[in-house]
């Protein structure tokens, strides 16, 4: 299609300015609906299968498709979050990492950015958001890493901190993969063969196990007793977030270290002082205006986001990732 473009001279300025068609795209060969279409495209496939669809360069797919994304941020703004969500990926080996801010009301990313996971890299999230956002901000959900509590009790120190329940439950399957490890060091022969590649089969709840899986978990918490305590100690500390009011939740954790000292399992024991030394930030979770806030949310959202950067086999442009990142929740436009 080809269309005449006008061209006039500025009288204020003196120079020479061109129409714009509110209809073409930032590439000019192409039509903004037909930049959208490749836009919807990339959500779910790669750029280079678009590209042979569409018998389109790659590079050409990829720059529309970062049109599109733009569009979508453009349309739906940036939010003056109630609830958010903190967490980091791994952008690449060797520990390399960038934060994510996701608002959990509306579940969606809202901030990719930082250069690790420091203390002055979370703090440019709240510098991004101003003063006037960051004040509406009540509850923030992150792990137990310091450098995020302590710059979060800095710049929101009127929201209440909640340490995500998946990643303390996450610290408690390392604690009992770290008893596995030392009753494989200590035992030798037939009661070694046991233990023996049954990591996940330990690690996993019982209702995901096959025939297979329940039949080797049960010979082994059979035949080895330290493993069958911490194992027993594991599934039972499940209920902890059950309770409806912190002072029922904090008798049954009481009770809880009670039954473990009487074990001797040293990782299981160094879990418990790092659940009591954080309890000020797992206390919210029983506050009733929390409960219906989506937890859940930040780890399927990394989940997402590994996907995504499978689906590339990595992505090496940090800004297209991070325009990813950012609208893979959004509705498609």
Same mark, same amino acid.
């Given at each position: 299609?080809? $269309?005449?473009?006008?061209?006039?001279?500025?009288? =204020?300025?003196?120079?020479?300015?061109?129409?714009?068609?509110?209809?073409?795209?930032?590439?000019?060969?192409?039509?903004?609906?037909?930049?959208?279409? @490749?836009?919807?495209?990339?959500?779910?496939?790669?750029?280079?299968?678009?590209?042979?669809?569409?018998?389109?360069?790659?590079?050409? @797919? %990829?720059?529309?498709?970062?049109? *599109?994304?733009?569009? =979508?941020?453009?349309?739906?703004?940036?939010?003056? !979050?109630? $609830?958010?969500?903190?967490?980091?990926?791994? $952008?690449?080996?060797?520990?390399?990492?960038?934060? @994510?801010?996701?608002?959990?009301?509306?579940?969606?990313?809202?901030?990719?950015?930082?250069?690790?996971?420091?203390?002055?890299?979370?703090?440019?999230?709240?510098? &991004?958001?101003?003063?006037?956002?960051?004040?509406?901000? =009540?509850?923030?959900?992150?792990?137990?890493?310091?450098?995020?509590?302590?710059?979060?009790?800095?710049?929101?120190?009127?929201?209440?901190?909640?340490?995500?329940?998946?990643?303390?439950?996450? /610290?408690?399957?390392?604690?009992?993969?770290? +008893?596995?490890?030392?009753?494989?060091?200590?035992?030798?022969? %037939?009661?070694?063969?046991?233990?023996?590649?049954?990591?996940?089969?330990?690690?996993?709840?019982?209702?995901?196990?096959?025939?297979?899986?329940?039949?080797?978990?049960?010979?082994?918490? #059979?035949?080895?007793?330290?493993?069958?305590?911490?194992?027993?100690? #594991?599934?039972?500390?499940?209920?902890? &977030?059950?309770?409806?009011?912190?002072?029922?939740?904090?008798?049954?954790?009481?009770?809880?270290?009670?039954?473990?000292?009487?074990?001797?399992?040293?990782?299981?024991?160094?879990?418990?002082?790092?659940?009591?030394? /954080?309890?000020?930030?797992?206390?919210?979770?029983? #506050?009733?205006?929390?409960?219906?806030? !989506?937890?859940?949310?930040?780890?399927?959202?990394?989940?997402?986001?590994? +996907?995504? =950067?499978?689906?590339? *086999?990595?992505?090496?442009?940090?800004?297209?990732?991070?325009?990813? $990142?950012?609208?893979?929740?959004? !509705?498609?436009?």
């Amino acid at each position: 299609m080809e $269309v005449d473009i006008r061209r006039v001279a500025c009288r =204020q300025c003196g120079k020479v300015k061109q129409e714009k068609l509110s209809w073409i795209s930032d590439n000019p060969w192409y039509t903004k609906r037909f930049a959208f279409d @490749v836009g919807r495209r990339c959500r779910s496939s790669t750029i280079l299968d678009v590209a042979e669809d569409f018998r389109l360069d790659w590079e050409t @797919v %990829k720059a529309l498709d970062i049109q *599109y994304m733009n569009a =979508q941020l453009k349309r739906f703004g940036t939010p003056a !979050p109630r $609830v958010i969500g903190i967490d980091e990926i791994s $952008v690449k080996k060797k520990h390399h990492y960038r934060i @994510v801010v996701s608002d959990l009301e509306r579940r969606r990313a809202i901030w990719f950015g930082g250069s690790d996971r420091k203390e002055t890299s979370m703090d440019l999230f709240y510098e &991004w958001l101003g003063p006037k956002k960051s004040k509406k901000i =009540q509850l923030a959900v992150m792990d137990m890493w310091e450098a995020f509590t302590n710059s979060a009790k800095k710049n929101i120190p009127q929201a209440d901190i909640l340490y995500d329940k998946f990643h303390i439950m996450k /610290h408690l399957g390392e604690a009992l993969d770290d +008893v596995r490890k030392l009753e494989y060091k200590r035992l030798s022969g %037939k009661d070694r063969d046991y233990i023996k590649g049954q990591k996940y089969t330990l690690l996993s709840r019982k209702k995901n196990l096959t025939l297979k899986g329940r039949s080797a978990l049960k010979e082994l918490l #059979k035949v080895n007793e330290r493993l069958n305590a911490a194992y027993l100690l #594991k599934e039972f500390f499940s209920q902890f &977030w059950d309770y409806k009011r912190e002072g029922w939740a904090r008798r049954f954790f009481n009770n809880w270290k009670a039954a473990l000292e009487e074990q001797g399992l040293e990782p299981l024991e160094e879990f418990a002082e790092m659940v009591e030394s /954080h309890w000020g930030g797992i206390t919210a979770y029983w #506050k009733p205006e929390n409960k219906e806030i !989506p937890l859940g949310f930040v780890e399927g959202f990394n989940n997402k986001i590994r +996907v995504i =950067q499978r689906r590339a *086999y990595g992505l090496r442009d940090e800004e297209y990732l991070r325009l990813k $990142v950012l609208t893979c929740c959004l !509705p498609k436009i």
